[in-house]
């Protein structure tokens, strides 16, 4: 059976789709193998690690912890992250994270959540949003108090926009 143009051109895409997909989840597979984590890259898929007003979320919370905005400068990723930012996450023992790390953490039944670290008690941790009014934990809170096992690691880096692939892909398949 002699193949047309038309139908070849087909084939083609097809195969170079799958070795796309197939370098991609190497890639995934290895990045996840060099930083000791289930999820090493992290799409940011909400705005609540956004500072498009930290006057009246971020910096009034924080503040009643005892933390300055010079403080607040320190953080890492101090001008939060916005929607569409691809995170790179790393895995770092539960007992080394602080107020001020940016964390990925899962609760079951639900996407990864990327947020900041505003407390550290006997309990685990305590998250926000840079751009949420509450805590994660408050009452109706999307998480319980964090606890190792929830933990997936600490963002080392940030990638803007190249996220907008996986939620485009989100959104077409009704996951948001």
Known sequence: MKLTNNQKEWIEMFVYIFIGYLIAVGANKGLSYALDTDYPVVAVVSGSMEHGNPES??????????YSQDDLKKFSFADGMRK?????IRNIPFEKLKVGD??????????????????????????KGDNNGAIDQASGGI??????????????????????????????????
């Open 143 to 176: 998480a319980p108090v964090i606890k190792a096992e929830n933990v997936k690691g600490k963002a080392i880096a940030r990638a803007p926009m190249l996220g907008y692939v996986k939620l485009t892909y989100m959104k077409l398949t009704g996951k948001i």
């Open 84 to 88: 569409g930012d691809i995170a790179v």
């Open 57 to 66: 979320t971020y910096y009034p919370f924080m503040q009643e912890k005892g």
């Open 102 to 127: 940016v964390i990925v953490y899962v609760v079951p039944g639900k996407e990864p959540i990327i947020h900041r670290v505003v407390e550290v008690n006997s309990e685990g941790l305590i998250t």
